[in-house]
Structure formats: structure tokens, C-alpha cells
């Protein structure tokens, strides 16, 4: 079982950046790909960013180039640093952790961004 805490939302202008945190425990975090979703009011789930257990990463096509996705295994870990944040970067961001490929198997309870314009 792994319980991920998110931490590091707000309230930013545009242009502004934010740094999210996601701290697990429970489990060997080392082991598994994290990530980060967001959902904004009136859509669907995606995936902002995804790092593996290697430290390969992959983004959202609108977010490439102002976030960074990294993790830190000795301290269990996650981090998505935000530059450059625009208005529709506004919602509630998720962690999220997969033991294998497919849907995530652990979420956390989510932390609000907002970006004003």
C-alpha cells in the first residue's frame, strides 16, 4: 500500500511558477513510475507529467518546457516544478504512482492551483 500527500499549490499570477510536492510512504517508492494529473472544473483527468523508476520522463504537449517532473527516492519524494503558468493551468493537480503499466494504482487527495490572469 502507498499513501501519497500532495503539497505546494496556490494562488499565482500568470507567468508566475509554483513548486508541487508529493511525499509517499507505505511502500518501496523507489520501485514504482509517478506522475502528476490534473482536472480542471467541467473536464477530464490528463496527465501533466510521468517519471519512471529510472528517471525517464514524458509530458503533456502543453506543458513542455515550463514544468519539470523529478523525484527523489531517498527521501520517498516527488516534484513538479511549474514555470511560466498560465490561466489554463488552473486546477486540482493529482499524484499518482503505478506499479505497472496501465491506470495508477494509488492516488493522492489532489492540491489546488491557480493562475491568475
Known amino acids: 500500500q502507498v499513501q501519497l500527500v500532495e503539497s505546494g499549490g496556490g494562488l499565482v499570477q500568470a507567468g508566475g511558477s509554483l513548486r508541487l510536492s508529493c511525499a509517499a510512504s507505505g511502500s518501496i517508492f523507489s520501485r514504482y513510475a509517478m506522475g502528476w494529473f490534473r482536472q480542471a472544473p467541467g473536464k477530464q483527468r490528463e496527465l501533466v507529467a510521468r517519471i519512471t523508476s529510472g528517471g525517464n520522463t514524458n509530458y503533456a504537449d502543453s506543458v513542455k518546457g515550463r514544468f519539470t517532473i523529478s523525484r527523489d527516492n531517498a527521501k520517498n519524494t516527488m516534484f513538479l516544478q511549474m514555470n511560466s503558468l498560465e490561466p489554463e493551468d488552473t486546477a486540482v493537480y493529482y499524484c499518482?504512482?503505478?506499479?505497472?503499466?496501465?491506470?495508477?494504482?494509488?492516488w493522492g487527495q489532489g492540491t489546488q492551483v491557480t493562475v491568475s490572469s
Open positions: 499518482a504512482a503505478w506499479r505497472t503499466l496501465g491506470v495508477p494504482d494509488y
